[in-house]
């Protein structure tokens, strides 16, 4: 017997905890594709419930709630708001684009045309909303304000193809998985560059020699993911 399946045989004969009612369960519907997708249409229906709702000042208000820890004078804290925008999206686009990488070197996104058509996809995205905003705001104080609506929400797209499962095409899936973020990294980089009041060249400066430094470790042969991790 191997050393894994007698660990598991082992585990199995562990006596059942009443916590195990609980937890099977749980990791059994994460384990469904579509359960990503029916959190999120959950969570925002309740969103979208309490933002509409008489306890819509209380709702925002725990987004505001602060959060982090304190040694001594020291202080590194953050609202649950920020925690979320700058920690968990920045793990959700460094996942998704770790897919989006796989099929540009292994799958069907290696092939020029098939890139070429998501990202031609992306711009339509981005410049049709603009000219549709800019039709109805022109002349108004929002027309400045264009660029805002060019981005595609990549979690909403993602939770739709994992609702949809296997009934959709592989293809279909990586199109839209790349058109969402082609059309993201756009957007960004408009809002970025024409809504900000300064640029932070110290931080792009580490930034870039963050890359350069992924990059020499990549061609010298480092496999092991922590390195990668620390780098990033």
């Known amino acids: 017997m191997l050393p894994d399946q007698q660990t598991d045989s082992e585990a199995a004969r562990l006596p059942k905890e009443n916590i195990d009612r609980l937890t099977k369960p749980f990791v059994r519907f ?11 249409l959950l969570f925002t229906v309740a969103a979208l419930f309490l933002s509409n709702s008489p306890w819509a000042d209380a709702f925002e208000h725990v987004w505001e709630t602060r959060v982090g820890f ?3 004078s020291f202080e590194f804290g953050r609202s649950l708001r920020e925690w979320i925008n700058d920690g968990l999206m920045t793990l959700f686009f460094f996942l998704v684009a770790l897919e989006l990488k796989r099929e540009l070197i292994l799958g069907e996104l290696n092939k020029p045309r098939m890139a070429a058509l998501s990202i031609a996809a992306a711009l339509g995205g981005m410049m049709v909303p603009a000219a549709i905003f800019l039709a109805l705001q022109s002349g108004q104080a929002g027309q400045h304000g264009w660029g805002t609506v060019m981005a595609t929400d990549t979690a909403f797209v993602i939770g739709c193809l994992a609702l949809l499962g296997s009934r959709i095409p592989k293809s279909l899936r990586v199109f839209m998985l790349s058109l969402a ?11 970025a560059i024409g809504y900000s009041n300064n640029i932070i060249w110290v931080a792009l400066a ?5 890359i350069v430094v992924i990059r020499a470790m990549a061609m010298l042969g480092f496999r092991g993911f922590p390195f990668y991790f620390l780098v990033g």
Request: aromatic share 4%; proline share 0%.
């Open 30 to 40: 994460l384990h469904i594709q579509s359960a990503s997708g029916a959190i999120l």
């Open 70 to 72: 304190q040694l001594g």
């Open 181 to 191: 973020i082609f059309d993201d990294i756009g957007a960004i980089l408009v809002v």
């Open 206 to 210: 580490v930034a870039v020699l963050g």
